[in-house]
């Protein structure tokens, strides 16, 4: 098996360093590629990963037919820097952008200094399209590092303006450009899945990247009127009578948020996002393409604090225990990867780049990566290295000094260091996954050499210093 795994990875190697290739006469043979993210979805709220309230069938038949992840992490806890690790390969540190972008930011994902992971499978002959959420760029009046500007084949449904607070049905404010074809009571998500469906059938005679981006689950929560009273009854028939509407409703701004793990709101609105997985897979069935299409399923960070569900995993987003970063992933690509596979091995958003340049057959010439592929899983079931995980929230733009933290994940132990009073926290993940045993008193050799690999790192990636003043 040792030799076996040495020659994969010998093969990987080769592949990535080989010259850029452009179309050629076999790229129909290419694998297409559809990513499917969620926004702010927590660990725990697919029925595939232990959740009996949530209703995700699909999902569901999609795990089963591929492989689940169990410690698939985002590379941040909030969103824009997670956005920034898919599209570039690169820590969000590295990258320079390490928290949510709020409006008009002066950060944002410049064209002259990255390679897009869409604009490196353009050169292998891949039509690319995003439709949805990018939030690489918030002056909406005059964007410079939108999806246009990297060279995105096809833009969809992308923010017009900061819709950060919900934008979730037609007439749409802030995903303005979906009016043209939009309907009265017509759900945002719904619209974002027929774009979908539109784009793969425009696009079934060539490979293609899709990128399709869901505004769900992000507060503030709302979906259709039926799915709602139909998750209250749900609800209530668990809890008790007039539970839901107590805990839920009459709400400033109608957030729709109780420090509780269901929600039938947001329920609700993965129903939505989990029938759209079910009508993307009906339709690679019905041209044929499913056989030679990757499908993935991830979210951007762990579940937002009183309305989503992390399962017992240790916190939420915007913080570096398990529950801000840990998240759902789900890959299916029939015939080469084994239904019904779980894999335990770590893995991060930095990873999907060099996993889409492999399956392109094109290298990411002069830019560098901080990813490795997740190939050799699909076929051996491990990863070809052991290597650490990092994570930098310096929480520039919340300003949130008791979060300022970083973090290093080697093998079953997580070491998180805390800024604002200089505190350590060092886990085994094996033995504790909800994080509430210290082991920083028992082990000092360990964390001693965590610490130093993490600083380490954080020189190598040029990590920005916390303003705790």
């Known amino acids: 098996m040792k030799d076996i795994?040495?020659?994969?990875?010998?093969?990987?190697?080769?592949?990535?360093?080989?010259?850029?290739?452009?179309?050629?006469?076999?790229?129909?043979?290419?694998?297409?590629?559809?990513?499917?993210?969620?926004?702010?979805?927590?660990?725990?709220?697919?029925?595939?990963?232990?959740?009996?309230?949530?209703?995700t069938p699909n999902l569901n038949k999609l795990a089963s037919q591929g492989m689940r992840f169990t410690h698939a992490y985002a590379a941040a806890p909030v969103c824009s820097p997670?956005?920034?690790?898919?599209?570039?390969?690169?820590?969000?540190?590295?990258?320079?952008?390490?928290?949510?972008?709020?409006?008009?930011?002066?950060?944002?994902?410049r064209p002259e200094d990255h390679v897009t992971i869409n604009e490196a499978l353009s050169q292998a002959g891949y039509h690319t399209g995003?439709?949805?959420?990018?939030?690489?760029?918030?002056?909406?009046?005059?964007?410079?590092?939108?999806p246009r500007d990297h060279h995105f084949d096809e833009v969809i449904g992308s923010e017009t303006k900061y819709i950060a607070g919900g934008d979730y049905f037609f007439p749409y404010d802030k995903a303005a450009t979906l009016n043209e074809k939009g309907e009265e009571g017509e759900f945002l998500t719904d619209r974002l899945v027929d774009e979908a469906i539109d784009f793969i059938e425009r696009n079934k005679e060539q490979p293609f990247f899709l990128y399709l981006s869901h505004y769900s689950?992000?507060?503030?929560?709302?979906?259709?009127?039926?799915?709602?009273?139909?998750?209250?009854?749900?609800?209530?028939?668990?809890?008790g009578d007039g539970m839901a509407e107590k805990l839920y409703d009459g709400q400033k701004r109608g957030r729709h948020l109780a420090n509780h793990i269901d929600n039938p709101y947001l329920a609700?609105?993965?129903e939505r996002i989990d029938a759209g997985v079910g009508e993307i897979m009906e339709k690679l069935e019905s041209t044929g393409l499913a056989e030679n299409t990757v499908l993935i399923f991830f979210s951007d960070n762990g579940g937002a604090p009183n309305s989503g569900n992390n399962s017992y995993l240790r916190g939420f987003k915007t913080l570096l225990y398990e529950g801000g970063i840990r998240e759902p992933l789900i890959i299916r690509w029939p015939g080469k990867v084994k239904p019904g596979l779980v894999t335990h091995e770590p893995v991060s958003s930095i990873d999907f780049y060099p996993t889409f340049l492999q399956l392109a057959q094109v290298s990411h010439g002069e830019q560098k990566l901080d990813g490795i592929s997740l190939l050799p899983l699909f076929t051996e079931q491990k990863s070809p290295e052991t290597r650490p995980l990092y994570?930098?929230?310096?929480?520039?733009t919340a300003n949130a000094k008791n979060k300022m933290s970083s973090a290093i994940r080697e093998g079953n132990y997580k070491l998180i260091e805390f800024y604002i009073d200089g505190?350590?926290?060092?886990?085994?993940?094996?033995?504790?996954?909800?994080?509430?045993?210290?082991?920083i008193e028992q082990m000092p050799e360990k964390t001693d050499y965590l610490y130093q690999?993490?600083?380490?790192?954080?020189?190598d990636v040029n990590a920005q210093s916390p303003n705790l003043d």
Request: proline letters at 5%.
């Open 5 to 55: 795994r040495s020659f994969s990875f010998l093969i990987l190697s080769l592949i990535l360093s080989a010259p850029v290739i452009g179309q050629n006469d076999s790229n129909i043979d290419l694998p297409n590629i559809v990513f499917i993210m969620a926004d702010d979805l927590g660990w725990g709220e697919l029925n595939s990963y232990g959740n009996n309230f949530n209703e």
């Open 391 to 396: 994570w930098h929230y310096p929480s520039e």
């Open 217 to 239: 689950v992000h507060t503030i929560l709302d979906a259709p009127e039926n799915l709602v009273i139909k998750y209250k009854k749900k609800f209530n028939d668990k809890y």
């Open 268 to 270: 609700a609105m993965l």
């Open 423 to 439: 505190r350590k926290e060092l886990y085994n993940l094996e033995a504790d996954p909800g994080e509430t045993n210290n082991l």
């Open 453 to 459: 690999k993490l600083l380490d790192w954080k020189k």
């Open 130 to 146: 995003i439709i949805g959420k990018w939030h690489l760029d918030t002056h909406f009046g005059n964007i410079q590092g939108g």
């Open 82 to 109: 997670t956005r920034a690790s898919i599209v570039t390969g690169q820590y969000p540190a590295r990258v320079g952008i390490t928290d949510f972008l709020a409006p008009r930011s002066e950060v944002y994902l």
